[in-house]
């Protein structure tokens, strides 16, 4: 039976239209490249703008002044992104203390399926939590190459990965190991372009690159970088802006500022009148007191 007036489907949390991470994969087996766009912290409606061009996959990660935060905050966050994008297909950021162990990333993963995400990204996630959570159903679209956050001071920063044999040796065993231990689809990121297309062509799962180069199986800008929220100056080599929205918005908000404190706005045409027959009315009530 319904309740509160919803039908059985409205109440469902999966559309009929709704990409998943089983459409990545047949995008990956019939040669058709994925589109992949990071949100950060300003998701819903930009993830709602994204589902409407036809972007495949969204990551992102919940607001919060700290990582205990992030985590209590990125399951109600997920409800708010999946309700403004009922489509696409989305891969939650889970912080670290939410998968150190097995049980507990498949309760955390758990409820954030059945909160509206389609996978979870586990950054640096061992083989035996991966495992478990593969064993458990959880779809995990994880990553390689340069680990983000506080996980890149064992590379020394955020700098290019795969430089030497040896290192790229080590990301394709870790690229393969995720694979073998259930992970369906990754980033890789900070890679060269050889090693990066190596991936991507000996592993079944999708590999999409970020600040990689390469064709891999399809690519991911932030929108910081894709909107063209940074100067020009400030970007990095990989990136590529593909709008201003920054400099429009901040065009709308000065001419918008500078109409109303000039008078300019509003018009008569931006409101409307009451009744003459009701504004005399209201009047002599008024009046009377």
């Known amino acids: 039976m319904a309740t509160d007036g919803k039908s059985n489907i409205e109440m469902l949390p999966i559309s009929t239209g709704r990409k998943t991470i089983w459409h990545l994969q047949q995008m990956k087996k019939r040669g058709e490249k994925i589109s992949m766009v990071g949100t ?4 819903p409606l930009f993830t709602s703008l994204a ?8 990551r992102y990660t919940a607001p919060g002044e700290s990582s205990e935060h992030r985590a209590q905050n990125i399951f109600w966050w997920t409800r708010a992104i999946r ?22 990333a498949v309760e955390n993963a758990a409820m954030l399926l059945a909160d509206g995400a389609d996978s979870v990204l586990t950054m640096g996630v061992t083989n035996e939590t991966l495992q478990y959570m593969s064993d458990n159903y959880i779809p995990v679209f994880g990553h390689v190459g340069c680990l983000s956050g506080w996980q890149t001071g064992q590379f ?13 040796y080590k990301i394709w065993r870790m690229a393969y190991e995720y694979q073998e231990c259930g992970m369906v689809g990754m980033t890789i990121e900070m ?12 592993l079944d799962i999708p590999v999409i690159q970020v600040a990689a180069g390469g064709a891999a199986d399809g690519s991911e800008l932030v929108i910081f970088d894709l909107l063209g929220f940074l100067p020009p100056e400030s970007m ?9 929205v920054a400099g429009e918005t901040v065009k709308g908000y000065m001419a918008f500022d500078h109409e109303v404190k000039d008078g300019a706005y509003p018009q008569e045409e931006h409101g409307w009148h009451m009744d003459a027959a009701e504004l005399e009315r209201f009047q002599d009530m008024l009046d009377r007191g």
């Not at 890679?191 to 000996?202: F, P, V, Y």
């Open 40 to 43: 950060a912290y300003m998701d």
């Open 51 to 58: 589902e409407r061009a036809g972007v495949d996959l969204v």
């Open 83 to 104: 309700k403004m994008a009922p489509n696409v297909c989305l891969n939650a950021v889970m912080q670290t203390q939410q998968y150190k162990d097995g049980p507990t």
């Open 156 to 168: 020394g920063g955020y700098r290019r990965q795969g430089k030497t044999a040896e290192d790229a």
């Open 191 to 202: 890679t060269n372009i050889e090693l990066t297309n190596l991936i991507a062509s000996k």
């Open 236 to 244: 990095a080599k990989h990136s590529k802006a593909y709008a201003g």
